[in-house]
């Protein structure tokens, strides 16, 4: 007899179910990564635009898909819809998902305090070159 039957095949089935752990254990690590690296983050920035769109009020700034930049000028609840002023006089309507980004609300420009040297000057100031320019070219009453 030439084919001898071979003894040694019958001795590794008792070790599978470790080498299959061992197998699958960089693909779950990785796919650990991609949630907490990808998948979550992303998640979390579209529930924070979804929270940001529905909470859009008049005088939003706001920035639409497309680019314009307007401020919101009437928002209509029942169809989605925002008309929002892109400039003096133009408005437009724009579907509430195109907005890309809320700036937040147009607050009024603050004040600026009086600058230095604007005002009357005092007695160790020279007034400003401005200043002394229209004190040249206006005319001198008596009186």
């Known amino acids: 007899?030439?084919?001898s039957p071979?003894?040694?095949?019958?001795a590794g089935g008792g070790g599978g179910a470790p080498d299959l752990m061992?197998?699958?254990a960089p693909f779950v690590a990785i796919m650990a990564v991609f949630y907490f690296?990808?998948?979550r983050p992303q998640q979390k920035r579209a529930k924070e635009h979804r929270e940001a769109l529905a909470a859009?009020?008049?005088n939003d700034?706001?920035?639409t898909t497309g680019g314009l930049v307007g401020i919101v000028t009437k928002v209509t609840e029942?169809?989605?819809?925002?008309t929002v002023e892109i400039a003096p006089g133009v408005r437009v309507q724009v579907v509430r998902t195109m907005v890309a980004e809320v700036r937040g609300k147009g607050q009024p420009v603050a004040a600026k305090p009086a600058a230095k040297g604007k005002g009357k000057p005092?007695?160790?100031?020279?007034?400003?070159?401005d200043e002394q320019d229209e004190a040249a070219d206006t005319p001198k009453t008596s009186g």
């Open 78 to 82: 029942g169809d989605d819809m925002l």
């Open 37 to 39: 690296l990808i998948i």
């Open 1 to 3: 007899m030439l084919i």
């Open 22 to 24: 061992l197998q699958l």
């Open 6 to 10: 071979a003894y040694a095949q019958a």
């Open 56 to 58: 859009i009020r008049r």
């Open 61 to 63: 700034r706001i920035v």
């Open 122 to 129: 005092d007695k160790d100031e020279e007034p400003a070159e």
